[in-house]
Every structure is written in C-alpha cells, then in structure tokens.
T-cell receptor, first 114, second 117 residues
Framework: GAVVSQHPSRVICKSGTSVKIECRSL??????MFWYRQFPKQSLMLMAT?????????EQGVEKDKFLINHASLTLSTLTVTSAHPEDSSFYICSAPERNTEAFFGQGTRLTVV | AQSVTQLGSHVSVSEGALVLLRCNYS??????LFWYVQYPNQGLQLLLKYTSAATLVKGINGFEAEFKKSETSFHLTKPSAHMSDAAEYFC???????????????FGAGTRLAVHP
C-alpha cells in the first residue's frame, strides 16, 4: 500500500527555537495533506490542511504564525513549530489521502520542548 | 457537522474473549466510517472502512464492523482477542471518501484496549 513517511520520529528542542517536521508521500502524489496533533491519551485534533501550491487552511484556534505549513511539492509538506514552548510538546501526525482511495498516516513525531 | 462518540475510553478483555468497541456517529450526509488502530508512538493504521457497499465490513487482523443506520452506530468486533490486539482504537467519520483527494477525518476520542492472559 501507499506509504507516508514522517521525519523526525522524535525531537527535543529548547524553548524559543523552531522545529521542522517533514511529511512525504513516497509512492503517490498528494495535493492535500493533513496535520494532526495528539495530546497524551487523547484523540487526534486536526490542526490544518496543507494544499500544494497554495496557503494552508487552519482549523479554528490554531495559530498560523506559530505552526507554519509549507506544501511546496506534490510529495512533501512541512510543519514548522516556531518559537516553541513546553506547551507545544505533543505528538504530531500527518496524513495524505491517496486519490480515490484512503488517507495514509505518517509514523508521527514526538516533540518535546525543554 | 459530523461527530463521533466512542463509548468507553478503556476496555479490558481476556485473551480469547470477544472484543466489542463501540462507535456512534452523527452526520448530516451519508457518512464514510473508518476504524484505525494506533500502537504506542506510532501513526494510525486502517483496520477497515465503510463505504456504503456493504453494511458488514471485514478488515484486517480478524476485525469486522457493522454499519447500522437506524442506530447511527459502527461498532468494531473481533471474536477472539489476541495479546497483540492491545492498542488504541479510533473511530472516524468523513463526509467523502474521495473528493479530489480531500479526505478530512473527524476522530472519536479513542478506546484503549487491554488484553489480559
């Protein structure tokens, strides 16, 4: 089946720095990708929809200036957490729907801000 | 608007026992329904999906789910639990299976399944 690769799987950063997370569709093109955030023992909350070649669509309550999304190609979307704070520590997951089939999920990124 | 309710945040069964994870949905349009499994620190893996072709859907690892419109339910079952089934399970709903590749999913809160020897 289709594969979505997310990198890195784990990252620890200092408060105030920025962290970039990559999401790649390895064997299909994805004009749309989704970014989710998952708090411990909770469900996935959609943060934003990444659209290739255009601006991302953010869900209500998500700061677009803090969570920068870039979808520069049909196989790559990036999420940059800017000026990270400890409360940004979470598990971030991307997904990419393969046209006419289903959404495939990345392995997730565990972000810890110290 | 769509929503998903998973009854029971934790379910515990003995190995070999029946697994039943409950999911009820709300949707103003005919829904597409999904069950995903998540192992610790990993992404989600699709178990099965309902796409209106058949109300009883069989998935991977021996799981199946039945779509009941009158009850707005899509419960997940497995006749005999295995230790390897211990994980977090998420029910999700979507308005469209595919629409130009767009497939926004609304997830339930999740149910953690524990399997005891």
């Amino acid at each position: 089946g289709a594969v979505v690769s997310q990198h890195p799987s784990r990252v620890i950063c200092k408060s105030g720095t920025s962290v970039k997370i990559e999401c790649r569709s390895l064997d299909f093109q994805a004009t749309t990708m989704f970014w989710y955030r998952q708090f411990p023992k909770q469900s996935l909350m959609l943060m934003a929809t990444s659209n290739e070649g255009s601006k991302a669509t953010y869900e209500q309550g998500v700061e677009k200036d803090k969570f920068l999304i870039n979808h520069a190609s049909l196989t790559l979307s990036t999420l940059t957490v800017t000026s990270a704070h400890p409360e940004d520590s979470s598990f971030y997951i991307c997904s990419a729907p393969e046209r006419n089939t289903e959404a495939f999920f990345g392995q997730g990124t565990r972000l810890t801000v110290v | 608007a769509q929503s998903v309710t998973q009854l029971g945040s934790h379910v515990s069964v003995s190995e070999g026992a029946l697994v039943l994870l409950r999911c009820n949905y709300s949707s103003s349009v005919p829904p597409y329904l999904f069950w995903y499994v998540q192992y610790p620190n990993q992404g989600l893996q699709l178990l099965l999906k309902y796409t209106s072709a058949a109300t009883l859907v069989k998935g991977i690892n021996g799981f199946e789910a039945e779509f009941k419109k009158s009850e707005t339910s899509f419960h997940l079952t497995k006749p005999s639990a295995h230790m390897s089934d211990a994980a977090e399970y998420f029910c999700a709903v979507s308005e469209s299976l595919f629409s130009g590749g767009y497939n926004k999913l609304i997830f339930g809160a999740g149910t953690r399944l524990a399997v005891h020897p």
